[in-house]
């Protein structure tokens, strides 16, 4: 570990001299990591939107000049709470490492929220400052005075990539400031919203950069397309991450199939994160064009058995899949290796992580059996006394190891006194291959209390009806777990961040 360290600069004298002197310069903030950065890679390139590139001096540089300003405009001290409200682009990395290096507690939110869910947000917590993509503005009026808000880009109104163009860094420092903490959302757009807490350590969050650094070997890896939201932890850790190694960025503010798949053979990008969903997509448009990709790293949603094959199969041993949640962080992983003996598992834990398979009572349950996933990390969120988190996952470990996810708590149903898993019927009804993706919910039924309901999307030119897969399924799953109905559909409905949205389905009803 210590030679893969020196090998990245991060170990090697060079490297702890200017580290320490980024600290001595900054304190201990996202913003100081950025000045270590700029400091060893200073004409590389660091970030590509749509609209520019910087390199690390230069985003530095701006990044610092940005902090003075939104100091002095909006007279942000620490502990002040600062919303983002932002998708991917230069705008919201730059406001995330400034106002780090305020000491300011940093709040990401989801641009897709709605204007109740703004309204119920802000009204529980005072911000300071909001900074936001001028798209949303009208969810935002009359939620928060303008004399407290920025937009990200304009090109009249106070923006960030404005109102710092004229700062004189010569005779202006910042105070050194510790990194208040970085606040994440879980729940999605569609349902309740919760805080997950975190300060920045470097110490708590060795053991998963340790094992990033040293299963993905990202230290070899130059160019990186995180396709991730940055407002959600997977996208921000990648961000991070990817500053550490000197890494090049490149951003899409919004996903499309042409867009990235041209992206990533123009600018031949080694690795990507990304949801299954944004895989499968770039599979059916162009494995070739993808090629370039020597890390394919999946989160943030369950990946299908069969995307797992596919993407081996037309790729290679490229892909990892990461699994955790915002109040844990990153704690399981599974490598290429794990997925070609076994396409279902999400992997094992990495080292540091206390993992826990319980019963509904929290106590441990036999080795193989179904049971909700408890985790344990040094670096689970810090507004959490109990660092036990309760995922909400159900799943269990096999005789080697593996942890294989049984889906959510909330979507098991009972049918007939019968527990079943709607996932263990949809890693079934996936490989049929007139199927291409498959959703299972749970349905209120007069004879059995529950019953299962298939929403399936259809392969090109299919000819399947409801009948023939009823009776494809018959002997492969168990009588209980039969569905009770199977529906069509064009497309399965996604929440912003990938996810399916099964809120939406279950409204079809």
């Known amino acids: 570990m210590i030679k893969k360290l020196y090998k990245t600069n991060l170990a090697s004298p060079k490297g702890i001299i200017k580290f320490a002197g980024s600290a001595l310069q900054n304190g201990i903030n996202l913003l100081a990591m950025l000045n270590f950065s700029a400091k060893l890679y200073p004409t590389q390139l660091a970030i590509a939107d749509e609209n520019k590139s910087l390199t690390y001096s230069e985003l530095f540089s ?48 989801n641009p897709e929220m709605s204007k109740e869910q703004f309204e119920l947000f802000f009204n529980k917590t005072i911000f300071e400052l909001v900074v936001y993509d001028v798209e949303i503005k009208k969810k935002l009026e009359n939620i928060i005075s303008a004399e407290k808000t920025l937009f990200a880009y304009h090109n009249e109104k106070p923006a960030i990539n404005n109102i710092a163009q004229n700062q004189d860094l010569s005779n202006i420092k910042l105070p050194k400031k510790k990194s208040g903490s970085i606040v994440v959302l879980t729940g999605g757009t569609s349902g309740s919203i919760k805080v997950a807490k975190r300060k920045p350590s470097i110490f708590d969050f060795l053991n998963p950069f340790f094992a990033l650094l040293t299963k993905l070997d990202l230290d070899q890896y130059k160019s990186v397309y995180i396709a991730t939201p940055i407002y959600h932890g997977f996208g921000l850790s990648t961000l991070i991450i990817s500053v550490l190694l000197g890494s090049k960025i490149h951003l899409l503010e919004k996903f499309n199939t042409e867009k990235a798949s041209e992206l990533i053979e123009k600018h031949k990008i080694e690795v990507i994160t990304l949801v299954p969903l944004i895989l499968k997509r770039l599979l059916e448009n162009n494995p070739a064009n993808i090629s370039s990709l020597k890390r394919i790293i999946t989160g943030g949603a369950v990946i299908s058995p069969v995307l797992v094959k596919e993407t081996l199969q037309k790729l290679g041993n490229v892909l990892f899949n990461l699994y955790g949640t915002s109040e844990a962080g990153f ?111 749970g349905i209120n039924d007069d004879e059995f209390g529950q019953r299962l309901k298939a929403f399936c999307v259809l392969s090109k030119n299919s000819t399947l009806t409801e009948e023939i897969l009823m009776n494809w399924l018959k002997n492969k799953v168990a009588r209980y777990e039969m569905p009770a109905k199977i529906e069509f559909i064009d497309e399965i409905p996604m929440t912003p961040v990938g996810k399916i949205d099964r809120k939406a389905l279950k409204n079809r009803e």
Request: with cysteine; glycine share 8%; hydrophobic share 40%.
């Open 62 to 109: 701006k990044t610092k000049k940005l902090a003075v300003a939104i100091k002095d405009k909006f007279n942000i001290k620490p502990k002040n709470k600062v919303a983002v409200i932002c998708k991917n682009h230069i705008s919201i990395v730059q406001a995330t490492f400034a106002i780090s290096g305020l000491g300011a507690d940093l709040y990401l939110l």
């Open 331 to 441: 704690s399981v992983m599974a490598t290429p290796k794990d997925l070609a003996e076994k396409p279902s598992t999400i992997g094992k834990p990495i080292q540091g992580v206390k993992l826990k398979i319980v019963d509904k009572s929290g106590g441990k349950v036999k080795s193989g059996e179904t049971g909700m996933i408890s985790l344990k990390t040094k670096w689970s969120m810090s507004n959490k006394d109990d660092k036990n988190v309760a995922t909400g996952d159900l799943g269990y470990v096999d005789k080697d190891g593996h942890l294989f996810l049984a889906g959510r708590a909330d979507d098991m149903i009972v049918s007939g006194g019968e527990n079943v898993y709607p996932i263990v019927v949809e890693n079934v009804i996936i490989r049929h291959p007139e199927i291409e993706q498959v959703v299972i919910i």
